[in-house]
Every structure is written in structure tokens, then in C-alpha cells.
């Protein structure tokens, strides 16, 4: 039976999760300061930030998976923070697009809802991901009952794809990216519906 880690340990595993997640936002940073974003800096950086939110939430959903595949169960415990990293990385990318380049001007960001297709689909996955976010605490967790809880983030499943394909229709030349991102994603649900036919045939 494997030891369970101190409580030391776990911080130390925990600083280390906060650190990666912050890392792009600082790498983000000092390539803004530095001038390194290329031609159209704000196009970059609002890009940036998205693509590490829909990232972090291929992680969210890979560690799953990986807990289960290295027999490591505490890794779950890990998804939380990230899924709330995601969601504030998602909350900064549609803030910088409203702030700096609409700046503010509210009439614009609805005709682009309405008009930009990629912008549409943007947007509904980020309001989708926004009970998600509001329902992370154990309070939370609690009052819905772990059955609803787990229904309501079955959202998940809708919200990724939908921002691969915002991500997929905003890139005007190299689409690879977005989709390498909807393979990763293709993988991972693919793995789970592996495992609950295997686990529905063991019952």
C-alpha cells in the first residue's frame, strides 16, 4: 500500500500546480512588455489567452484519465483548481477583446455576437462555463447533491468543442492547431466511453 503524502507534500504539489497555471500568464506578460507580439500585439495576446484557457481545459479533462491510467487516484484533486484556472483565463480573454479592443463599446460586442459566427459560439461556450465556475465549492457540491453536480458539469462535453471550433473559425490561415486540439479532445472522450463500456460489462 502506498504511503499518502504529508501534508508538506501536498502544498508543495499544490504551489507547484498555481505555478503552471500561471506560468503562460507571465510568460504572456513579459512578451507584451517586451514588444514580442508580433505585428498586431492585441490580436496576439487576446488569441494567447484564450488558447490557454481551452488548454487548461483539455487538462482538466485529461487528468482523469491519467489518474486512472498511472493508478494515481489523488491526482483528482488537482482538476478543480485547474478547470477554475481555465475559467479565469477565459474570463481575461473575452475581457481584453471588450476592454482593449472594442473598448467598452457594448452595441459593437453584441453585433458581433450576432453577426461573427466564431464569436457566437465563443461566447455560448463561456456562458455555459459560467455555472461550472459558481458551482466548484464543496458548499456548492453539497446543496445540489453530488448527483446534480456531476450532470450540470457534464457541460464540459459541449463547452470544449465549442471553443475549438471559436478557436477553429477566428485562425484564417493554419488551422492545425484548433485541430490537434479537437484530436486531443476526440481522444479523451473516446477513453471515456471505453471505460464505462468496460466498467458496465464487469457489472
Known amino acids: 500500500m502506498s504511503r499518502r503524502p ?3 507534500q501536498d502544498k508543495l504539489v499544490y504551489a507547484a500546480v498555481w505555478l503552471a497555471c500561471f506560468a503562460p ?3 504572456l506578460a513579459w512578451r507584451a512588455f517586451s514588444g514580442d507580439l508580433g505585428a498586431n500585439p492585441i490580436e496576439t495576446l487576446i488569441r494567447q489567452i484564450g488558447v490557454w484557457g481551452l488548454r487548461l481545459l483539455l487538462v482538466g479533462l485529461a487528468i482523469t484519465p491519467a489518474a486512472r491510467i498511472l493508478r494515481k487516484p489523488r491526482l483528482v484533486r488537482f482538476r478543480r483548481t485547474i ?3 481555465a475559467f479565469s483565463y ?10 482593449v479592443d472594442l ?4 452595441g ?4 458581433d ?8 459560439l465563443g461566447m455560448a461556450a463561456f456562458v455555459l462555463l459560467i455555472p461550472l465556475a459558481v458551482t466548484s465549492t464543496n458548499g456548492m457540491i453539497q446543496r445540489l447533491g453530488r448527483a446534480t453536480w456531476q450532470r450540470l458539469h457534464w457541460l464540459i462535453y459541449l463547452i470544449v468543442p465549442l471553443g475549438v471550433a471559436h478557436y ?3 485562425v484564417k490561415a493554419d488551422h492545425r492547431p484548433p485541430l490537434v486540439y479537437a484530436a486531443v479532445f476526440t481522444a479523451l472522450m473516446g477513453w471515456r466511453f471505453c471505460d464505462a463500456w468496460q466498467r458496465r460489462t464487469r457489472s
Not at 477565459?90 to 476592454?99: A, F, M, Q, R, V
Not at 459593437?108 to 453585433?111: D, T
Not at 455576437?113 to 466564431?118: E, G, V, W
Open 168 to 170: 477553429y473559425l477566428l
Open 103 to 106: 473598448f467598452f463599446d457594448w
Open 90 to 99: 477565459i474570463c481575461l480573454h473575452l475581457l481584453t477583446y471588450i476592454g
Open 108 to 111: 459593437q460586442l453584441v453585433k
Open 83 to 85: 478547470g477554475l484556472f
Open 113 to 120: 455576437i450576432l453577426k461573427r459566427p466564431f464569436i457566437t
Open 25 to 27: 500568464l507571465v510568460w
Open 6 to 8: 504529508s501534508k508538506p
